[in-house]
């Protein structure tokens, strides 16, 4: 069983920056691909980026934070970060990191098998 740890979420205004990380446990941390994603009120939980554990292909972002995000991973600390500036408003939800025991990116949330109880991003306009 994996668990997966978020922190670095908060409130902050619009143009400004944020650090999320994500630290995993129980696991081989390191043969695991890395997502975040974010959930709005009465949306669906939305890819952000994801990094693998293979330097091949990776890292990937979903268009709407490309030259923003940064997604990077530690597998010595076993933790994965979001590095977040120039945030917006439409980028407020709660960030959830996830885990898949695979190569491949994918973007699609249910191939993902451990998530972390998620953290609050609020950017104010």
């Known amino acids: 069983q994996v668990l997966l740890v978020e922190s670095g979420g908060g409130l902050v205004q619009a143009g400004g920056s944020l650090r999320l990380s994500c630290v995993g446990s129980g696991g081989t941390f390191r043969r695991y691909t890395m997502g975040w994603f974010r959930q709005a009120p009465g949306k669906e939980r939305e890819f952000v980026a994801a990094?693998?554990?293979?330097?091949?292909?990776?890292?990937y972002y979903v268009d709407s934070v490309k030259g923003r995000f940064t997604i990077s991973r530690d597998n010595a600390k076993n933790t994965v970060f979001l590095q977040m500036k120039d945030l917006k408003p439409e980028d407020s939800g709660v960030y959830y990191c996830?885990?898949?025991?695979?190569?491949?990116?994918?973007?699609?949330?249910?191939?993902?098998?451990?998530w972390g109880q998620g953290t609050q991003v609020t950017v104010s306009s």
């Open positions: 996830g885990a898949r025991p695979a190569i491949a990116i994918v973007t699609d949330a249910s191939e993902y098998t451990y």
């Open positions: 990094i693998s554990w293979s330097v091949i292909g990776s890292p």
